[in-house]
């Protein structure tokens, strides 16, 4: 089957001479469930707007369902609906996302974008904003909910377009641990429907709990590894490497000993 992205020999440069992605070779196969994993820096972000048509390679090709995914396809029509109908992108700071007047609105923007009709729009929104939790706040404007708040309704407003694929930058920040409960409860929902899910993250628990697959950038911005979760997250010398986990030392009364502890959580990646 024709994988829904393909990356060959992928460079990105946002200045001259300085890459934020080096030779990135990357199959994504329609359905699949990839995390992207890597230390502040290294082209997470860069990678999924890269796959979001939002960012194009200096050099290397980049294709999206058996196409090339440049900005001449883009701008055909036919291609660009297709496209922008099947990929849904949450930003990593939802607030560049939302700029709606209210929460409905914004729930409803997307898929009236897309040309649907405004009855079948309405009911999208009511039933994403009853499965999200979002019916509280439809009337409220976006910048006067919380952080957690707005993620949900980034989260929210991709989803009533009702993309094939979701590409999530860093989708438990600003999220409580009920929250996050929530989102992974959703991410698994998901599995049935056979979306193409990516995400971009440092959270090595919400990697190892959602993906099939773990990409690991390294902060030279190239592929330092890539497979499945219980191989790449138990690998603590690639993962030291990668600044993905740090040595701390610290002191119990008079011993002083060395952890490796991962980012944002707080399991010991060793004993
Ligand atoms: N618009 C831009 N212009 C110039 N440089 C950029 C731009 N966006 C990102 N970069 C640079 O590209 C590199 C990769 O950035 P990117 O945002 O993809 O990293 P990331 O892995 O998502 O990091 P984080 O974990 O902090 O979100 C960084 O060195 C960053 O400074
Ligand atoms: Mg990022």
Redesign the pocket.
């Known amino acids: 089957m024709t994988p829904d992205f393909a990356l060959h020999g992928l460079e990105v440069e946002?200045?001259h001479g300085v890459a934020?992605l080096h030779g990135i070779d990357l199959t994504i196969a329609r359905g699949e469930r990839l995390a992207v994993v890597?230390?502040?820096?290294?082209?997470?972000?860069?990678?999924l707007k890269v796959l979001d048509g939002l960012v194009f390679p200096t050099a290397g090709a980049v294709s999206a369902f058996g196409r090339p995914l440049t900005e001449d396809s883009l701008a055909e029509p036919e291609f660009r609906r297709q496209f922008r109908g099947s990929v849904g992108f949450v930003f990593?700071d939802a607030d560049v996302q939302l700029f709606c007047a209210n929460v409905a609105t914004e729930l409803a923007f997307g898929p009236l974008q897309l040309g649907l009709d405004p009855a079948q729009v309405r009911r999208r929104v009511a039933d994403i904003a009853a499965q999200l939790r979002l019916e509280p706040l439809l009337d409220r404007a976006p910048y006067t909910l919380s952080g957690g708040e707005k993620k949900r309704v980034a989260i929210a407003s991709v989803l009533t377009m009702e993309p094939r694929v979701v590409l999530l930058d860093?989708p438990t920040n600003a999220l409580d641990p009920r929250s996050q409960a929530w989102l992974l409860d959703l991410l698994h929902s998901w599995r049935e429907a056979g979306r193409t899910v990516v995400i971009?993250t440092?959270d090595l628990s919400l990697a190892e709990e959602f993906a099939d697959r773990v990409v690991v950038?390294s902060e030279a911005?190239e592929v330092a590894a890539a497979g499945p979760p219980a191989q790449i997250l138990t690998d603590r010398e690639l993962l030291l490497t990668v600044n993905l986990i740090h040595v701390h030392a610290h002191r119990h009364g008079r011993l002083l000993h060395g952890h490796a502890h991962a980012h944002g959580e707080h399991r010991h990646a060793d004993g």
Request: no cysteine; net charge positive; aromatic share 6%.
């Open positions: 946002y200045r934020s890597g230390a502040n820096g290294s082209g997470k972000s860069t990678l990593q860093e971009a440092h950038l911005h």
